[in-house]
């Protein structure tokens, strides 16, 4: 957990910068209670507007390293650590698997690998830039919003947890078959459940979010501090693009939109392109016109926002 730690220390020097910043996403709020209790590690009082709430507060620096901790900690509890000899739960029901397939067949040999969804892969795609800073030291920086961060751990956490309770239902029913057919002798060969795609619950929760946002006249600046929040875009990489949404594209008929913006299978085109910067630090905005996704069947919630598939769609159903 060496290189780990290393990170954690890193993250929260992060999160102390950003905070000196003030982020344009953390505002000021006030705290203050009046005729305040401990009800166990919240708060119970009166808040400036006469009513009784219950409080809890903490540093997002120490909750935010927690996080962290707990995310790198599951990660590694699911896909182990070869340093250290930690198979995980990965390896353990692999094991089995391969242990099951011999005893019921008399042959040692490999099973189909489960695909890995190893989520913190994901930090690797964070911009660093390399220069010198105010003390003429050369570094290497890696910067990004403070929320941004959260949100992204937060999703890494939920989807971890899903591969968690799906790895220990599954070790528990290749052990049960195992004893069955080592001390019962069951003469069919046990199945197994194939391996879930953890990876498609990431895309699944955007398409989801993109579908209900796709109308005419939906603002370019929502859409991209929602992907950005959670990891469907890079910061740094819209940043460095001299527009954010310069693509151009067709659909299924050949017809053409300029001013388009991909994420995933969608192709969200606006009215006019604007730069990462003025969309974020400004009140220029762009007007989406016309989307389409590349693979229709695949968005759950299809009938309601992609009128024509393959092909662009200016309306809702």
Same mark, same amino acid.
């Given at each position: ?35 305040? /209790? %401990? !009800?166990? &590690?919240?708060?119970?009082? +009166? ?5 009784? @709430?219950?409080? =809890?507060? $903490? ?56 695909? /890995? %969804? !190893?989520? &913190?892969?994901?930090?690797? +795609? ?5 220069? @010198?800073?105010? =003390?003429? $030291? ?180």
């Amino acid at each position: 957990m060496k290189l780990k730690n290393t990170t954690l220390i890193a993250s929260l020097v992060l999160v102390l910068f950003a905070v000196g910043c003030k982020s344009k996403e953390i505002k000021e709020i006030d705290t203050e209670l009046k005729d305040k /209790k %401990t !009800v166990g &590690s919240e708060t119970l009082g +009166k808040n400036k507007d006469g009513n009784y @709430i219950i409080q =809890k507060k $903490e540093s997002l620096a120490t909750y935010l390293l927690d996080l962290q901790r707990e995310v790198y900690g599951m990660e590694e509890g699911i896909y182990g650590n070869k340093t250290y000899g930690n198979k995980g739960k990965y390896g353990v029901l692999e094991d089995c698997r391969i242990e099951l397939r011999a005893k019921s067949n008399g042959k040692w040999e490999m099973v189909d690998p489960a695909p /890995k %969804t !190893v989520l &913190s892969k994901e930090e690797a +795609k964070i911009t660093k830039k390399i220069g @010198i800073d105010e =003390k003429g $030291e050369l570094v290497m920086l890696t910067e990004e919003e403070l929320t941004n961060r959260i949100k992204r751990f937060e999703r890494y956490k939920k989807n971890y947890e899903s591969q968690d309770d799906w790895y220990d239902t599954e070790i528990k029913a290749c052990k049960v078959s195992l004893n069955n057919y080592v001390n019962h002798k069951f003469e069919a060969v046990p199945k197994t459940e194939k391996f879930p795609d953890f990876a498609k619950e990431q895309k699944a929760d955007m398409d989801a979010f993109v579908c209900e946002y796709v109308d005419a006249n939906a603002s370019l600046k929502t859409l991209v501090k929602t992907a950005v929040a959670n990891g469907w875009l890079v910061q740094e990489d819209l940043a460095e693009r001299a527009f954010v949404n310069d693509d151009s594209a067709k659909d299924a008929t050949n017809f053409r939109r300029n001013f388009s913006l991909r994420l995933g299978d969608w192709v969200l085109a606006y009215d006019y392109r604007v730069n990462y910067g003025d969309l974020m630090n400004t009140d220029r905005d762009a007007e989406l016109k016309a989307w389409l996704n590349r693979s229709p069947d695949s968005v759950s919630g299809k009938a309601s926002c992609l009128a024509n598939g393959k092909r662009w769609s200016t309306v809702r159903k």
